[in-house]
């Protein structure tokens, strides 16, 4: 069998132009365009005329000298043996003398090197119009991307409503399918237990007909005939026998009618108002409080309509209720908080600083102690409860500089690690925060220390990144994109926080951008962090330019539509 072989392919030496044997070439002539060694620079080369007006470079610096350009031995096109000495701007073309003494005395002319510079600038302002075009037909692409994956979206969104539906209709048909046969077996219980009744009752009348019969004979057979003529008028009315009528009660068994199945019971389609995916976001304050903290870095509402906000910066963690506008301060712990979530059963999971396992906050006691979640090797810098109890934790590790993103089950047991793509890279640098989506994918808020950047990663149900989000291109064009929190909303899509810029990032469940909603519009300035309540509204925690220390960070509770 023939193996395939890359073919490998080599320069071939140049030999110099002058002596065709010397491979050792040192220099090049602008002038002459040769490539020549250097016995022939220094006696052949020379007895060129007007070799020492020659510029002569290494070969090391060829591509770093512009070669000079003859102006003064371009030939006319129209007069043989005359050369372009200057050039005509009215009529656009190289003049030499005697077409200036027939044609161009009167017209504007110009050097010929000052004419290929104006044309030289000319192109340079094509070129740049190239460029600008080239960005926007750019744009467009980035569009159609964009569009190509909230297509790509909306098409797996729409097949799996499809299968959703189809799951419906069948536990819909089943369900029925098992009342129709219940009510057949009543059906059937009752015409039989008719049938049986009538049959019950024609088995007495044959008995009775039976017992007259032997009766009437042995009257017939009587030698007593006085007797016989006193009681054979009787014994003819003796002789009727009752007749039940048994059908009056009878009802037969229903006949099924299978209805019509058509694909108006599954479903149909109808066009997309807004093909191309984008959302209209609108946001409402409801409530503003000012807190005794200097900036609400995490947010977690509890399902009594109560928050826990904290400052790690403050080294507070506090558990509040809202009434009317202001906050009451229910309990305060003197901790620095780096991450808290609230578990279905209404406990409150926190990273403390510098411990690898968990805290929990009992929701019936109060009290602070060890939970059954510990990162180890890895320092928490994230917590996400799911919906099915489970924990994902986001941890870094500063000694071996890698991070990663845990997924335990309730009982505290590790079940997943994601730390290296597909090509063994890291995925992240500082998981920051999390989320996950109905569809299983995990979101994470990912933050480069060093530089301040950031990026949304998103890790799909087999482990591999499906997709990464590194921010707008127009809204962070000066400022970079730096997600600090992120949650998913009630219809699966997710926001993500871009404090600096005040902008709310809406991506769909795997990652792909829908919309961007800047809320300094609304007066809501460096959004922090982000919590849903039970009953949907969205909280805001706020911040400043620096992160004051005055303690007077806000708090926005608002009412989101449209994501």
Known sequence: MALSRSVQKSQIPINCQFCETQKSIKWKCLDCSLLICDNCKDKIHLKIKNAKDHKIISIKDIGLHPEELDFTNIKCQQHA?????????????LVCPTCFAKVHKKHDLIEINEAYDIKQDDLKKEQSKIQKNKVEIETKMDKFRQLQAVECFKYEKVRQDIQSQEKTLKQ????????????????????????EGGMNDISGSIKQADVRYNEVEDFMNTTDVAKFFIQVSGMKKYTDISKESTMSNYCSILKFIPGEITQSNLGTFQNDDSPSGELTIDIKINRQFQTNISLVSFLS????????????????????????????????FNIKVFGMEITSSNNLLVKVKGESRLKKIDSSTGKLTDSIYDATPFTPSAVHATYNDKVIIGGFHNDLDTS???????????????????????????PKSI??????????????????????????????????????????????????????????????????THTLHILNNSGVLLTCYNISDIGIL?????????????????????????????????????C
């Open 81 to 93: 043996g005359q050369s372009c000495c200057l050039f005509c701007t009215t009529c656009d073309h």
């Open 301 to 332: 509402p509890c399902h009594d309509d109560s928050l826990w906000i904290a400052c790690p910066n403050d080294g507070v963690l506090q558990k509040v209720k809202p009434e009317g506008t202001n906050l009451k301060t229910i309990s305060t």
């Open 435 to 500: 989320t996950s989506t109905s569809n299983r994918n995990i979101h994470v808020a990912d933050y480069e220390q060093s530089d301040g950047k950031g990026k949304v990663v998103v890790i799909g149900q087999n482990g591999d990144v499906i997709n990464t989000y590194l921010g707008h291109k127009e809204i962070n064009k000066e400022e970079p994109f730096r997600p600090d929190c992120i949650v998913k909303t009630s219809r699966d899509n997710v926001i993500v926080t871009d404090r600096h």
């Open 172 to 195: 819909a048909v089943e369900k029925y399918a098992q009342k129709l046969q219940k009510e057949l077996e009543q059906n059937c219980k009752s015409t039989f237990q008719s049938i």
């Open 526 to 562: 460096y959004p922090l962090s982000l919590a849903f309540t039970p009953a949907g509204q969205l909280y805001i925690g706020g911040t400043t330019p620096d992160i004051s220390t005055a303690n007077d960070a806000k708090l926005y509770e608002v009412n989101i539509y449209g």
């Open 404 to 430: 990663a993103v845990m997924v335990m089950s309730d009982k505290g047991d590790q079940e997943a690690v994601y730390e290296h793509d597909q090509h063994k890279q890291p995925i992240f640098k500082y």
